[in-house]
């Protein structure tokens, strides 16, 4: 089949040009098909730049390249919404032998995707915080619905602060297990640490559990009312059962 | 509020929509008429896209482009992807809907670039039964892009204007017709773009496409311009241009400008260099 053999000599560097591709004159045209190879491979390289540049700037742009290139022959996007590209590629880093001295790199890469995705993820309007007030047997039976935007990102690394570093000029990251969860105030998603207890309660809530039920999943002294706190101020409680 | 102009694109100059724009669209988008999108960039659930996507369908007709149906691709089409593309067209409600004579996608695999098709009997079945398939999802008449060449296929039993004249007769979409892909297929394939546009169906033309191209040199020395949308439209491509409009008639022109992309006042002077063109004719 015709392209067949023409996107596998797209992705494959060392394969030929594929013999029924000529030049105006009828002879072979190995540069005219380099045109295409270069299109394809320059243009996915641009995308995983674009959607990775924490990852870019802790490996360096040249050898970011080549670990694109090296991606994306081997994985070629499966979407064709661009935007979105890149869902595979925090598991490629995890599992490249290159990059194996550098084990925070893929729960960074799945923090940036995750930013990416909550930028694009549908809108939801924010309950009233007056929602809340009600009596605290009531509240605790309650349900809570998060916004679709919100995104959780669990980590033995410290990527919260590693993204901070080299976003914002935070300082040097130090050793540290870090939870995050992506909250998007408007449409500008953010990363925030989450303190102890604070993914799994998340994550409780997320399963529907009742505000009791998340509660007896988060260890002692979990605060509670700073989450609440986080999550109102950032528009991302978007419901809540009667 | 209903506004009938939103329905068709004007016989004016339009821009590729970049977000980078939109303070400077909604302060004065003159000469600008009309805005073209890429659907893929807008088929996520929310957020800033959708939002401002709303916002200029309110205050502009819009042409959705799309870059990733692979109307040219031997396979089926997507379903998934073409269900994406009508809610997209369901709520947006754009003047027109086109897509490329190309394919980017193969067995699962999504390119990401506009991959060249022969021109051939079989080749021209499919391509047909895609775009009746299209056309029947959408509900809507679609407008088919003649694509850039870098080099030919020895199987080809066509050239592309037969190619395309015989897709619009069988199918009924109308075509997009890239000015600056005319002329660069035409230095890299060695024929008369001035004899490429006295050939083709003009009557079948509902936008026109002008944008910037590289320089480069091929196999044997031989020169090869390379589609960017990367750089001004260069002369002998408005030269082309006022041949294409003072045969045709006018038509929405579209700037095209998606590297490296400018700042609002050097496209909006491009754009006014086209209203200029089309004034004369109109």
């Known amino acids: ?242 | 509020m209903f506004d009938a102009a939103r329905l068709t694109l004007p016989n004016l100059p339009g821009v590729g929509y970049k977000p980078q724009h939109f303070s400077a669209i909604l302060a004065n988008a003159a000469p600008v008429g009309w805005l073209e999108i890429h659907a893929e960039n807008y088929m996520g659930g929310g957020g800033r896209p959708l939002a401002q996507l709303r916002h200029l369908a309110e205050r502009f007709a819009i042409s959705v482009h799309g870059v990733g149906l692979s109307i040219g691709g031997e396979g089926p089409l997507d379903q998934d992807h073409l269900n994406r593309l009508k809610t997209l067209c369901d709520w947006l409600q754009p003047a027109s809907f086109s897509e490329h004579l190309a394919w980017s996608t193969h067995d699962g695999a999504f390119l990401n670039d506009l991959l060249p098709l022969p021109y051939t009997a079989d080749t021209l079945t499919t391509v047909c039964d895609h775009i009746d398939h299209v056309q029947t999802t959408l509900g809507r008449r679609m407008l088919l892009e003649n694509p850039s060449s870098y080099l030919a296929f020895a199987e080809t039993e066509m050239d592309e204007v037969t190619f395309l004249r015989a897709i619009t007769r069988r199918t009924g979409c109308g075509l997009l017709l890239d000015v600056n892909n005319v002329y660069v297929s035409s230095i890299n394939q060695q024929t008369d773009a001035n004899a490429y546009i006295d050939a083709f169906p003009l009557d079948a033309v509902g936008e026109i496409h002008l944008g910037g191209h590289d320089e480069d040199i091929g196999d044997h020395g031989l020169p090869l311009l390379i589609d960017s949308h990367g750089a001004a439209i260069v002369n002998p491509v408005w030269a082309l241009y006022v041949h294409t409009i003072a045969r045709g008639g006018p038509k929405p022109t579209l700037i095209e400008w998606d590297n490296d992309v400018p700042d609002w006042p050097v496209l909006a002077a491009e754009a006014a260099r086209a209203a200029a063109i089309l004034e004369q004719v109109a």
């Open chain 1, 1 to 242: 089949m015709t392209q067949s053999s023409f996107a596998a000599a797209l992705l494959n560097p060392d394969a030929a040009t594929p013999a029924n591709l000529i030049d105006p004159q009828g002879r072979p045209a190995p540069k005219r098909f380099s045109v295409y190879r270069n299109n394809v491979t320059s243009g996915l390289i641009r995308a995983l730049e674009a959607g990775f540049p924490v990852i870019r700037k802790l490996v360096g742009p040249e050898f970011f390249a080549a670990l694109a290139l090296t991606h994306l022959r081997a994985h070629p996007p499966r979407s064709r919404i661009m935007m979105l590209y890149g869902d595979d590629f925090p598991a490629f880093l995890a599992g490249f032998p290159p990059v194996a001295h550098l084990p925070y790199l893929a729960d960074v890469a799945r923090l940036e995707l995750a930013i990416r995705h909550s930028y694009h993820s549908a809108d939801a309007a924010p309950i009233d915080p007056a929602a809340l007030s009600v009596p605290e047997d009531r509240l605790l039976n309650s349900r809570l619905f998060l916004a679709p935007s919100l995104r959780l990102i669990r980590s033995p690394s410290p990527i919260h602060a590693i993204w901070q570093a080299n976003t914002n000029n935070g300082p040097a990251p130090q050793p540290a297990a870090e939870d995050v969860v992506i909250l998007r105030a408007g449409f500008e998603p953010a990363p925030h640490l989450l303190p102890p207890g604070g993914a799994a309660f998340l994550q409780a809530i997320l399963a529907g559990r009742t505000l009791a039920e998340a509660l007896a999943a988060s260890p002692d002294g979990f605060d509670l009312t700073a989450v609440l706190a986080l999550l109102l101020s950032t528009q991302s409680l978007t419901g809540i059962t009667k």
